[in-house]
Nanobody, 115 residues
Framework: QVQLVESGGGLVQPGGSLRLSCVAS????????MSWHRQAPGKQRELVAS???????NYADSVRGRFTISRGSAKNTMFLQMNSLNPEDTAVYYC?????????WGQGTQVTVSS
């Protein structure tokens, strides 16, 4: 069993930056591929970025060049660096750990981009 806890969300002005963290307990994140997802009010949850066990990354077109997903030096952490934020980035952000046969989700952290 893996428990995931996100942190780092908050209120930021357009053009600002935030760094989200995902900390796992119960297992080691390097055994899983990881991803960040977000869900805005009234919209479906969407993939933001992913990183494989080997470190290959993938980004949604809407965030490519602005967001960076990475694994921490500690074996149970993952990050999402978000720059040049705009109001369309407002959502609850979730981290996910997954293999081909199972997946685990965190509870989410709210990101609000507003002046």
């Amino acid at each position: 069993q893996v428990q995931l806890v996100e942190s780092g969300g908050g209120l930021v002005q357009p053009g600002g930056s935030l760094r989200l963290s995902c900390v796992a307990s119960g297992s080691i994140l390097r055994e899983f591929s990881m991803s960040w997802h977000r869900q805005a009010p009234g919209k479906q949850r969407e993939l933001v970025a992913s990183i494989t066990i080997g470190g290959t990354t993938n980004y949604a077109d809407s965030v490519r060049g602005r967001f960076t997903i990475s694994r921490g030096s500690a074996k149970n952490t993952m990050f999402l660096q978000m720059n040049s934020l705009n109001p369309e980035d407002t959502a609850v952000y979730y981290c996910k750990a997954f293999t081909s046969v199972r997946e685990y989700w965190g509870q989410g952290t709210q990101v609000t981009v507003s002046s």
